[in-house]
């Protein structure tokens, strides 16, 4: 194959079987505060006593300060958010709501770095063989581009119903895809053997629950999924690039560059969207959400009165 040496029908089907274990588990955290709080507080503290030094040290394919960063990272984002829908007075406060777009950039960048990082990268390193080029450097400008086309947080608004979901109107659907490509490019650059896996199936368990379950939750269905894709990844570093499941990268350049420059044209795709709105029209995206004229977003708005 092209992305990937040949699949077995084994991994075929362990792919779907992580792609359902993520949205049903996402499902779980959005049903219960409690059991959320048992997920992204109570499991990562037993993990990170108990599990991860022995499973993510040195020399595993997890031990890297990204993997450590972004576990935590993402547990901030799931605490976080959860902060914001169930802690009265927090969903109107401003500053609050300037931690949704923080978080979310900050995961981004690290990504970023690390994409710079592995640029010069040639081998085996961190436990995986990285083919550095500049691949990195064009998805390292892709992820900065979906950064700065991040808008409308202060029209984050909390879900009528029990789940009190955290809705993020202005995160509308073709952001929501150049995001992907970008992280799966730089999934498949900087970690390719487990991108199979940590790149297509983890990404697409996010999108399906924003765009089919729950329209707008986005960035917290991809930070409940992430975190517990990192929790399950580093207490099992072998699953996704070592076991009878693994599907391998098949390290083409060709690949490599092809992902790379199709997130690249997405996100300068919404990049050129989004500010050709906020010049022609005077809007402020630090202020209002800038998708707002958009039939997409209205039904958002009035799925959530």
Same mark, same amino acid.
């Given at each position: 194959?092209?992305?990937?040496?040949?699949?077995?029908?084994?991994?075929?089907?362990?792919?779907?079987?992580?792609?359902?274990?993520?949205?049903?588990?996402?499902?779980?955290?959005?049903?219960?505060?409690?059991?959320?709080?048992?997920?992204?507080?109570?499991?990562?503290?037993?993990?990170?006593?108990?599990?991860?030094?022995?499973?993510?040290?040195?020399?595993?394919?997890?031990?890297?300060?990204?993997?450590?960063?972004?576990?935590?990272?993402?547990? =901030? %984002?799931? +605490?976080?958010?959860?902060? #914001?829908?169930?802690?009265? !007075?927090?969903?109107?406060? /401003?500053?609050?709501?300037?931690?949704?777009?923080?978080?979310?950039?900050?995961?981004?960048?690290?990504?970023?770095?690390?994409?710079?990082?592995?640029?010069?990268?040639?081998?085996?390193?961190?436990?995986?063989?990285?083919?550095?080029?500049?691949?990195?450097?064009?998805?390292?400008? =892709? %992820?900065? +581009?979906?950064?700065?086309? #991040?808008?409308?947080?202060? !029209?984050?608004?909390?879900? /009528?119903?029990?789940?009190?979901?955290?809705?993020?109107?202005?995160?509308?659907?073709?952001?929501?895809?150049?995001?992907?490509?970008?992280?799966?490019?730089?999934?498949?650059?900087?970690?390719?053997?487990?991108?199979?896996?940590?790149?297509?199936?983890?990404?697409?368990?996010?999108?399906?629950?924003? +765009?089919?379950?729950?329209?707008?939750?986005?960035?917290?269905?991809?930070?409940?999924?992430?975190?517990?894709?990192?929790?399950?990844?580093?207490?099992?570093?072998?699953?996704?690039?070592?076991s009878i499941f693994a599907a391998h990268a098949s390290y083409n350049p060709t690949a490599f560059m092809t992902v790379s420059i199709l997130a690249l044209a997405a996100n300068i795709g919404v990049f050129v969207y989004t500010y050709y709105k906020i010049f022609k029209d005077k809007q402020n995206p630090?202020?209002?959400?800038?998708?707002?004229?958009?039939?997409?977003?209205?039904?958002?708005?009035?799925?959530?009165?």
């Open positions: 194959m092209f992305l990937f040496e040949s699949l077995t029908w084994y991994s075929g089907i362990m792919w779907f079987i992580v792609l359902g274990g993520l949205i049903f588990f996402n499902e779980l955290a959005r049903l219960s505060k409690w059991f959320s709080l048992v997920l992204f507080l109570l499991v990562p503290i037993t993990l990170t006593i108990f599990v991860w030094p022995h499973t993510a040290g040195s020399g595993s394919p997890v031990g890297t300060w990204f993997h450590w960063v972004k576990v935590y990272s993402a547990l =901030a %984002g799931c +605490l976080g958010f959860l902060a #914001i829908r169930f802690i009265p !007075g927090l969903s109107s406060n /401003k500053y609050a709501l300037m931690f949704p777009p923080f978080i979310l950039a900050l995961n981004i960048s690290e990504a970023v770095i690390r994409d710079f990082q592995c640029y010069s990268f040639n081998g085996f390193v961190d436990g995986m063989i990285i083919m550095g080029g500049p691949w990195n450097i064009i998805n390292g400008i =892709a %992820g900065i +581009l979906s950064i700065i086309t #991040i808008t409308g947080w202060m !029209g984050i608004v909390i879900g /009528k119903d029990k789940k009190k979901d955290m809705i993020w109107p202005d995160m509308l659907w073709f952001w929501v895809i150049a995001y992907d490509i970008w992280n799966f490019a730089y999934v498949y650059n900087c970690v390719p053997n487990h991108s199979y896996y940590a790149g297509a199936a983890l990404l697409i368990s996010a999108t399906i629950p924003a +765009l089919f379950i729950k329209k707008g939750t986005y960035l917290q269905a991809r930070a409940q999924t992430l975190a517990i894709w990192m929790m399950f990844t580093m207490a099992f570093p072998t699953f996704a690039g070592q630090f202020k209002q959400p800038i998708h707002s004229d958009l039939k997409a977003y209205q039904e958002i708005i009035e799925a959530n009165k």
